[in-house]
C-alpha cells in the first residue's frame, strides 16, 4: 500500500525559505504513470494546488505562486521535495504531498497526512 | 488561474440526498471530463471520492455519485448518512496546471 510523509521544519522565518520532503514508501516514485504534487491548506480555508513533478524532473507550477516555487525528485531516495522562497504569513498552512494520477485520469490519490508550517519570527 | 466555485455550505437530513455543485470555465471543467472529488474531515487529509468526473474508487460507497453539465460539475450524496457530514472539494484539471474549488461544509441535521 503506497504512503507518503511530509517532513521538514514546522516553523519559518518570514523572509526565508520554506523546505519540506515527501517520503513514498511502498511503491517506486519512478512510475511512467504518475507525477507527484504539492497542495497546501491555510487554517481554515480551502485547498491550493502549489505544482507537480514527474519523476524525470519535469515540472509545473501554480501560476501565481511560480516565481517562488521549485520542486525536484530525488528516485534514489524515493523523495521529492517542495522550496518556497520569501516566505510571509500568509503561507502559514497545512502542506500535503500526494500522488497524481495522470495515466488516464487527473486526480490525487494518496495523500499524505499532511505537516502545518507556520511563518512567524 | 481562479478557484472553481462551490458553495460554502449545504446542509440535509440523513436518509436525504444532497448536490454539491463545482462551476469552472470552457479552460478547465469544460474542457475535460477530469474533474475529481475529495472529503475532508477535520484534522484529516483529503480523500479521494471520485475521479474521472462520474467514477469511484474501490471502498468508495456507491451513495456518492459524480456528474458534468458544461461548466459544472456536481457531486451528489443519496441517502445521507451522520459520518458524511465534513468539507468536500472539487478540483479539476487545467492543460498545464491544476486547480480547486473553495470547498463545500456539508452538514447532517
Known amino acids: 500500500q503506497l504512503q507518503l510523509q511530509e517532513s521538514g521544519p514546522g516553523l519559518v522565518k518570514p523572509s526565508e525559505t520554506l523546505s519540506l520532503t515527501c517520503t513514498v514508501s511502498?511503491?517506486?516514485?519512478?512510475?511512467?504513470?504518475?507525477?507527484w504534487g504539492w497542495i497546501r491548506q491555510p487554517p481554515g480555508k480551502g485547498l491550493e494546488w502549489i505544482g507537480s513533478i514527474y519523476y524525470s524532473g519535469s515540472t509545473y507550477y501554480n501560476p501565481s505562486l511560480k516565481s517562488r516555487v521549485t520542486i525536484s525528485v530525488d528516485t534514489s531516495k524515493n523523495q521529492f521535495s517542495l522550496k518556497l522562497s520569501s516566505v510571509t504569513a500568509a503561507d502559514t498552512a497545512v502542506y500535503y504531498c500526494?500522488?497524481?494520477?495522470?495515466?488516464?485520469?487527473?486526480?490525487?490519490?494518496?495523500w499524505g497526512q499532511g505537516t502545518l508550517v507556520t511563518v512567524s519570527s | 488561474q481562479s478557484a472553481l466555485t462551490q458553495p460554502a455550505s449545504v446542509s440535509g437530513s440523513p436518509g436525504q440526498s444532497i448536490t454539491i455543485s463545482c462551476t469552472g470555465t470552457?479552460?478547465?471543467?469544460?474542457?475535460?471530463?477530469?474533474v475529481s472529488w475529495y472529503q475532508q474531515h477535520p484534522g484529516k487529509a483529503p480523500k479521494l471520492m471520485i475521479y474521472e468526473g462520474s467514477k469511484r474508487p474501490s471502498g468508495v460507497s456507491n451513495r456518492f455519485s459524480g456528474s458534468k453539465s458544461g461548466n459544472t460539475a456536481s457531486l451528489t450524496i443519496s441517502g445521507l448518512q451522520a459520518e458524511d457530514e465534513a468539507d468536500y472539494y472539487c478540483c479539476s484539471y487545467a492543460g498545464s496546471h491544476v486547480v480547486f474549488g473553495g470547498g463545500t461544509k456539508l452538514t447532517v441535521l
Open positions: 500526494a500522488r497524481y494520477i495522470v495515466r488516464r485520469g487527473r486526480w490525487f490519490d494518496p
Open positions: 470552457s479552460s478547465d471543467v469544460g474542457s475535460y471530463n477530469l
Open positions: 511502498g511503491g517506486s516514485i519512478s512510475s511512467s504513470s504518475y507525477y
